[in-house]
């Protein structure tokens, strides 16, 4: 076997995901050829897929040692630094690659991507057109302006990229599922009976299984719309079965970390801890996923003096690069730098922020799982304020089996029974801050939103320290703040009351799940 068949497997190992395999077979390549720049530049992909980012940049640094002009080595290096959040290197590095190709048309769409990243949406815009203009059928390129447009509630502008992607590509699945999730299916049987023919296919068994989990649930969705919940259930199933084989998650390690979250804040007295305040007021809005996180954010980042950042990762990123070792708190380093007139969480927390470029004073963070480091939270950032989204149980756990979220925070969600038990570690270690820092956290209903829009928003403002802005009851008319959540269309529309108590509809479906939310 030549060079080049070698590098064919090793290929098509990586376009199956099966990257432990690629690496060991680039390894034997580099072993006898060791400044290959394209192996390594693939061995770098390899570890990239596997998540070991760290060896995906020392791979593709030393393609860049033999071959200083490898662009594909210094694109990849650059998406390996914005998975690190080293985002100032990334984003030289595809500055430097559009200088020297103004044509390259991935660097363009990875570096329109941190642009998104950060909710810089006009900047991403144009170097998306930018690349349309090399080559105005290029998937990826359409795909991204098409969800970009759903994050600004552009809906007429999002359909038209994807019914473009259809046009070329009339079984990309992706685009069908992005499509479901803008569609109402009581006005549209058109589509649904595409995403049919797409299932009844001949050929349908050979579909990546990542791509069935995107045409199920987006049955799914349709089959819902339509009240039809025998079949709604039955793509719903097969969805959460499929991606849940496809993931490893071990329910022990939540636990674990949710009971030494505990263990370690029972006996830290917050009141003597005064640390250095931050220079901008953080609110943290956080919950169960489907809570109403989202709507809550889209109400008081409405006010003018509020700007909605969604969903960070960097609280949680900095408590575990800091305080976690193999799922244990260290206890001693919290209460050492809670002392430390220094607050490095608080400061590095806000670094990042800076990539933002946001004016207002007031930044919403409205990362669900917050609510595990509500300790942390209070001690590093004693001027934030810290809202609590809560909802009916059956009603959330139903919105998170019904949707697919590819964060790795999120592996719980595949399984009904999963879900249950994660709901109840939440609703444990939330009554553990609720009885130390009660007064700290301010709890806001889904159900008495609904019921009282205006009337609950008031409080709320109130409760950020803010005067009245009545912008905040009319929250569907503003595009201020972009949504990248599921939540996109939902959040968008005025306020409604079909989402309560949905619950109803899937109880015979889902009655391990709710019997064991009733325990």
């Known amino acids: 076997m030549d060079l080049r068949e070698k590098i064919s497997i090793i290929q098509n190992l990586i376009a199956t995901n099966k990257f432990s395999q690629a690496i060991s077979n680039c390894k034997k390549i580099l072993k006898k050829n060791p400044h290959n720049s394209f192996v390594h530049n693939l061995c770098g992909l390899a570890y990239q897929g596997n998540k070991e980012i760290l060896k995906s940049v020392e791979s593709f640094n030393k393609a860049l040692l033999y071959e200083p002009d490898n662009l594909a080595a210094l694109n990849n290096i650059a998406n390996s630094y914005k998975y690190l959040m080293e985002f100032d290197k990334s984003e030289e590095i595809y500055k430097t690659i559009i200088k020297k190709d103004p044509k390259n048309i991935k660097a363009l769409n990875n570096y329109a991507n941190l642009k998104l990243y950060f909710n810089d949406y006009e900047s991403a815009k144009?170097?998306?057109?930018?690349?349309?203009?090399?080559?105005?059928?290029?998937?990826?390129?359409?795909?991204?302006?098409?969800?970009?447009?759903?994050?600004?509630?552009?809906?007429?502008?999002?359909?038209?990229?994807?019914?473009?992607?259809?046009?070329?590509?009339?079984?990309?699945?992706?685009?069908?599922?992005?499509?479901?999730?803008?569609?109402?299916?009581?006005?549209?049987?058109?589509?649904?009976?595409?995403?049919?023919?797409?299932?009844?296919?001949?050929?349908?068994?050979?579909?990546?299984?990542?791509?069935?989990?995107?045409?199920?649930?987006?049955?799914?969705?349709?089959?819902?719309?339509?009240?039809?919940?025998?079949?709604?259930?039955?793509?719903?199933?097969?969805?959460?079965?499929?991606?849940k084989n496809l993931i490893k998650y071990n329910f022990n390690e939540d636990e674990k970390i949710f009971n030494n979250i505990i263990k370690a804040f029972n006996e830290i007295n917050f009141n003597k801890f005064k640390k250095k305040i931050p220079n901008k007021q953080i609110i943290f809005i956080c919950g169960m996923p489907r809570s109403g996180t989202t709507l809550l954010e889209q109400i008081i980042s409405a006010h003018k003096k509020v700007t909605g950042a969604g969903?960070?990762?960097?609280?949680?990123?900095?408590?575990?690069?800091?305080?976690?070792?193999?799922?244990?708190?260290?206890?001693?380093?919290?209460?050492?730098?809670?002392?430390?007139?220094?607050?490095?969480?608080?400061?590095?927390?806000?670094?990042?922020?800076?990539f933002y470029n946001y004016e207002t004073n007031i930044i919403i963070d409205k990362a669900p799982q917050n609510f595990m480091w509500i300790g942390f939270v209070k001690i590093f950032f004693p001027n934030c304020k810290i809202i609590h989204c809560t909802r009916n149980a059956k009603d959330v756990c139903l919105s998170i089996y019904k949707n697919q979220f590819l964060s790795d925070e999120m592996r719980w969600s595949y399984s009904d029974l999963d879900i249950a038990k994660y709901y109840k570690l939440y609703f444990k270690i939330m009554k553990f801050w609720k009885l130390k820092l009660d007064e700290f956290?301010?709890?806001?209903?889904?159900?008495?939103?609904?019921?009282?829009?205006?009337?609950?928003?008031?409080?709320?403002?109130?409760?950020?320290?803010?005067?009245?802005?009545?912008?905040?009851?009319?929250?569907?008319?503003?595009?201020?703040?972009?949504?990248?959540?599921?939540?996109?269309?939902?959040?968008?529309?005025?306020?409604?009351?079909?989402?309560?108590?949905?619950?109803?509809?899937?109880?015979?479906?889902?009655?391990?799940?709710?019997?064991?939310l009733d325990t």
């Open 126 to 243: 144009t170097l998306l057109e930018k690349a349309l203009k090399v080559d105005d059928k290029e998937i990826n390129i359409l795909f991204s302006l098409a969800s970009s447009f759903i994050s600004t509630g552009d809906f007429d502008d999002a359909k038209r990229y994807i019914y473009k992607i259809l046009s070329i590509l009339p079984h990309h699945i992706p685009s069908h599922k992005l499509l479901s999730t803008i569609l109402n299916y009581k006005n549209d049987f058109s589509h649904l009976k595409d995403m049919e023919k797409i299932l009844s296919h001949k050929d349908f068994e050979k579909v990546p299984p990542e791509n069935k989990v995107n045409l199920y649930f987006a049955l799914g969705k349709a089959y819902e719309d339509l009240k039809e919940y025998d079949k709604s259930f039955d793509f719903l199933e097969k969805a959460n079965s499929i991606f």
């Open 311 to 354: 969903e960070l990762p960097y609280i949680q990123s900095i408590i575990k690069d800091n305080f976690i070792n193999n799922l244990i708190i260290n206890k001693q380093k919290i209460i050492d730098e809670s002392i430390n007139e220094e607050n490095f969480v608080a400061e590095k927390y806000l670094s990042y922020l800076e």
């Open 441 to 516: 956290i301010y709890d806001v209903n889904y159900e008495k939103i609904v019921e009282n829009p205006e009337e609950e928003a008031k409080k709320v403002i109130k409760f950020c320290g803010l005067e009245w802005d009545p912008n905040c009851i009319d929250f569907n008319k503003n595009k201020k703040t972009p949504i990248k959540t599921v939540s996109a269309t939902q959040a968008r529309k005025s306020i409604y009351r079909s989402s309560i108590n949905s619950n109803e509809s899937y109880n015979k479906y889902l009655k391990e799940m709710f019997n064991f």
